[in-house]
Every structure is written in structure tokens, then in C-alpha cells.
């Protein structure tokens, strides 16, 4: 950590031409002003009010607390903001400088689940700029509880192995992954954008501890989407800041991205990971075997990959995908028709689930980790009852498969924990929904988002 954040002295932006980096001043913290300008007002009845005060201060907060606890019964989670004196102590901000936040169910158990959201990203500074206006880049304006299903779902006949578990489900406002690790960078005087998401992770990290997470015996961290992906790059930078006996387990659903060409040949995932590695100076915050392995040829930015990282993860993990993920499908690969009304592009559609299935081997291979994946149109399996608790791969249902995995104790007994369906051809399981209605309904989805990356922005 940076030595300058402790001892109550923080940096303040000072003014540029805009063009060059922000530079920045030290200052003595508000605190060290307040102990002395109070130093000179030694009279009993001023300390007398300001014990009045805080007690009346502190009466409020525990009123509106409790009837935060109290609207919060039922199946949402609810939102939880890190204060701005524990923010301030690592520099942990989103992209518009707020505090970051999370939310939260308390469980029954010493058991967690540490779930990662997918979130937006952001590709260069201007983009980042732009977003640090949005809930994507910012906390100011976020809503107050959310509903969690599949695997974070309270309900025990729903989600048996896992309801009364403590959830934390985090919010990404920093647009990088969680590898953000620069101070500040402003295009404008006027505007300052902080890439600080590693510190965001390592700060709600510790916040949590304090609060049960230090005694936890079971974590599992979850994470759909580019949530997956922010699985994939910190399981075991978490499992490293947890007690050394706390067991750790990962489940990385639907970010399994491989440095794949779009349809047209560009290299969209390879340019889109250059520009985040650029732009957050992620470097530090990966792993540190994998930078040693990338540096030599220049291609660190590949350590963001799922693809290429995943030989380097040591905690146990579970890989949940498909062969033909919506997202990806839309997003990664530019195929944006329905498959019926395009017959002449099957071809490519098969020859993307195949590819897929090729950088999938070396999870299937694993002896530690598992793998369920599908042939099925969707994303985000975890998090919705149809997909989790459906026997969407030979009568196996993804619940019942990770569950088994979860539960053995040392290395299989040669047994590897995959379930693997058929990526022949994007309707060869029965068991996926390929219908034009589905299909519409999610690409419906797709369409009212924001492209997944631009070359020129
Ligand atoms: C739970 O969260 C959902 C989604 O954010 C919201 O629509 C719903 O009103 C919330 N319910 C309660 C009881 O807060
Ligand atoms: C959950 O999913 C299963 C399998 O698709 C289904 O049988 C069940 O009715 C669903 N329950 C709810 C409450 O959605
Ligand atoms: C069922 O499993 C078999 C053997 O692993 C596999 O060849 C087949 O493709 C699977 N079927 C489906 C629908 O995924
Ligand atoms: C591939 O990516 C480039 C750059 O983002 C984009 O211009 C092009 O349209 C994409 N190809 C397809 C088929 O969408």
C-alpha cells in the first residue's frame, strides 16, 4: 500500500493545462485541523454540546439503521455504502470519485458467498470519463436493494445448499475489472476520473472481515459475465487475504473470453483488453507468474483473459458456460441473427462453439477444478432459477453438479468434475431453449445496451 495514505494526509488534485498528467499535492487531513482549532477553544459547555450532538447524531443513524434491517427482511439484498474515512484510507473509489458500496444479506451460517456482478467496462479515458457519470461509474445514485435468485436466492427449496449463507453481492462502479491501479487521471480541469478498482476490492475486503468475513469457515466467489471474468483474475488474491483455514472456492459463470476474432477478422477482445490493461494500469493487480510469462513477448494485457490466466489460478474453481453464449455470441462475436432465418452463417456459428470448446479443454482436464457447460442460448446461469436448477445437460442439473463438486474433500479419486454437453451444432441438445421467442427476448435485451466495445471511440 502507499505509504502517503496513511497518517491522515491525503493527495488533492491540482490544477493542469489538461493535457498532462494530473499532479498532486499533499495536504494535512481535515482531522489534524479540527484537534487543533479545538485545542484552543478550551471551555467545558462547547465539549458539553458537541457530546449532546453526537449522541443526538448517533441516535438518528441507529433509528434509520434499524429501519433499514427491518425493510430489508424478505429476498432482496440490500445496499450497503463504505464510508468515506475507510474509502479514503486506500484511495478506494469508482471512476467519479464515490465510495464504494455493495449489498448485502445476513445469513444463518459461517458461510459466504462473495458474488461479482457483471458490470460495464471502460476502454480508454474519455469512455471512462463518460461513465463516471453514469450508476456504472458512480454510487451516488444507486438503488437501495436488489433481487437475488439461483444461487444467492434465500429461498431453501429453490436453492438448498447455499440460502442461508451471508450474501455479498458487490457493485462495480469502476469500469476495469477490479484491476485499477492508478491514483487519478483528469482530461479536464474541470473533471477527474479515478481507475482505483483493485483498491475497491482490497478495501471492501477488509471492511468485511471486521464484520464476520474473519471468522467465516466457507467462502465461495461467484461472479456472471465480466464478473466472471473479475473471478477468474482475483480468486486467489482473495483466498490470500482471508485466514489461511477459511476454505475458498470459486464459480466463474459465462466470462470464459477468449482472444477470439469477430466476424469481420477484427480482433475485438484482443484490442478491447489492450485498452483496459492501458488505461487502468492493471498490471499490478494480476498474477504475478502469468505478467512474468506475458512480459518477455510485450502481452501482459493477456492475463486478463480467462483463457490465459486460468493455468495460473491455484484455488479450487468451477467454470460454468456455454458453447454458444448469448453474450458472447452478440457482443464478442457479432452473430446477430437467429440461426433459422441465416442458414448460410451456421457454419461460422458452429465453428465459434467448437473454438470454444477447444480453450475449454485445459478446465476439463483439471483434476481440481470443474466444468458445466452447455450448448444453450443463454448467460448468467447462476443467477436465475430456470438455468440453475434445470437438467440442462443429459438430466444433470447445474445446482446438483456444482454441488457435488463443492463437496469433495480432497482431490478426486481420478474422477474429473466436468459435464460437458454436445457442441456439434447450436441446437443439438433438446434441452436449450432455441426458440425465435427466446432468442427475440434476449437479443431485445442486448439491443437496448451500449456495444460491448468500439475500435474508435
Ligand atoms: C427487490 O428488488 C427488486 C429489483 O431491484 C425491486 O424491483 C423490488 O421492489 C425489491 N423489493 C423489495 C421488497 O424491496
Ligand atoms: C424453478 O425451476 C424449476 C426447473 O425449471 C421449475 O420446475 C420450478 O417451477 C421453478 N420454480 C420457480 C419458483 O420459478
Ligand atoms: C450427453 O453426454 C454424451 C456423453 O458425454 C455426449 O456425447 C452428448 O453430446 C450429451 N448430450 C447432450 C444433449 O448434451
Ligand atoms: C468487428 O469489430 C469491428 C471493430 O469494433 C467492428 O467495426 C465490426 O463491425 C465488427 N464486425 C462485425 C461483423 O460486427
Excluded at 461509474?137 to 436493494?145: K, L, P, Q, Y
Excluded at 433438446?430 to 471511440?457: I, M, N, V, Y
Aim: aromatic share 14%; with cysteine; proline share 4%.
Amino acid at each position: 500500500m502507499n505509504s502517503s495514505f496513511v497518517d491522515n494526509v491525503r493527495y488533492f488534485r491540482l490544477p493542469t493545462d489538461g493535457k498532462a498528467k494530473v499532479r498532486f499535492e499533499k495536504r494535512e487531513g481535515l482531522c489534524r485541523r479540527m484537534a487543533s482549532a479545538v485545542d484552543s477553544v478550551c471551555i467545558w459547555p462547547v465539549y458539553a454540546a458537541l457530546l449532546l450532538l453526537l449522541w443526538v447524531t448517533w441516535f438518528l443513524i441507529w433509528i434509520s439503521a434499524s429501519a433499514l434491517v427491518i425493510s430489508s427482511i424478505g429476498k432482496n439484498l440490500t445496499l450497503v455504502r463504505i464510508p468515506t474515512s475507510v474509502a479514503d484510507q486506500v484511495a478506494a473509489y469508482c471512476l467519479d470519485g464515490s465510495d464504494p458500496a455493495y449489498y448485502f444479506r445476513r445469513g444463518k451460517t459461517k458461510k459466504w458467498i462473495i458474488h461479482f456482478p457483471s458490470s460495464e467496462l471502460c476502454f480508454s479515458l474519455e469512455q471512462c470519463m463518460r461513465q463516471s457519470d453514469t450508476v456504472s461509474g458512480s454510487t451516488r445514485t444507486i438503488v437501495n436493494s436488489v433481487a437475488a435468485n439461483g444461487v444467492l436466492s434465500p429461498d431453501s427449496d429453490l436453492n438448498p445448499d447455499f440460502y442461508d449463507w451471508n450474501v455479498v453481492s458487490l457493485y462495480g462502479c469502476d469500469g476495469g475489472l477490479y484491476t485499477g491501479n492508478e491514483y487519478a487521471e483528469a482530461p479536464s480541469v474541470f473533471n477527474e476520473v479515478y481507475f482505483r478498482g483493485f483498491h475497491i476490492l482490497k478495501c471492501v475486503l477488509h471492511w468485511l472481515l471486521d464484520r464476520g468475513l474473519y471468522d467465516a469457515e466457507e467462502v465461495l466467489v461467484t461472479g456472471t459475465g465480466t464478473g466472471a471474468q473479475a473471478v477468474y483474475l482475483h480468486l486467489d488474491f482473495i483466498k490470500e487475504s482471508l485466514p489461511f483455514s477459511t476454505s475458498v472456492r470459486g464459480l466463474a459463470d459465462s466470462g470464459f473470453i477468449a482472444d477470439i476474432l469477430n466476424r469481420t477478422n477484427f480482433p475485438q477482445i484482443r484490442t478491447a483488453m489492450q485498452h483496459l490493461y492501458a488505461t487502468h494500469k492493471s498490471g499490478k493487480s494480476l498474477d504475478d507468474d502469468c505478467i512474468k510469462a506475458k512480459s518477455p513477448q510485450g502481452e501482459n494485457w493477456q492475463c486478463l483473459l480467462p483463457d490465459d490466466s486460468y493455468k495460473f489460478i491455484s484455488t479450487p474453481l468451477f467454470v460454468v458456460d456455454s458453447f454458444y453464449n448469448s453474450w458472447s455470441l452478440w457482443f464478442v462475436y457479432n452473430f446477430r441473427c437467429y440461426p433459422n432465418s441465416c442458414q448460410k452463417d451456421i457454419p461460422d456459428l458452429t465453428w465459434y462453439g467448437e473454438e470454444i470448446n477447444k480453450r475449454l479443454q485445459q478446465v476439463y482436464q483439471s483434476k481440481r477444478n470443474g466444468a458445466y457447460v452447455t450448448s444453450c442460448f443463454e448467460n448468467d446461469f447462476i443467477l436465475h432459477n430456470g438455468t440453475w436448477n434445470n437438467p440442462l445437460i443429459n438430466g444433470t442439473v447445474l445446482r446438483e453438479a456444482f454441488y457435488k463438486w463443492y463437496q469433495w474433500v480432497e482431490e478426486g479419486p481420478g474422477e474429473t468434475w466436468t459435464t460437458i454437453g454436445c457442441s456439434s451444432h447450436y441446437s443439438c441438445n433438446p434441452s436449450c431453449d432455441w426458440s425465435p421467442g427466446h432468442f427475440l427476448e434476449t437479443t431485445e435485451k442486448f439491443r437496448s445496451q451500449a456495444e460491448f466495445f468500439k475500435a474508435k471511440q
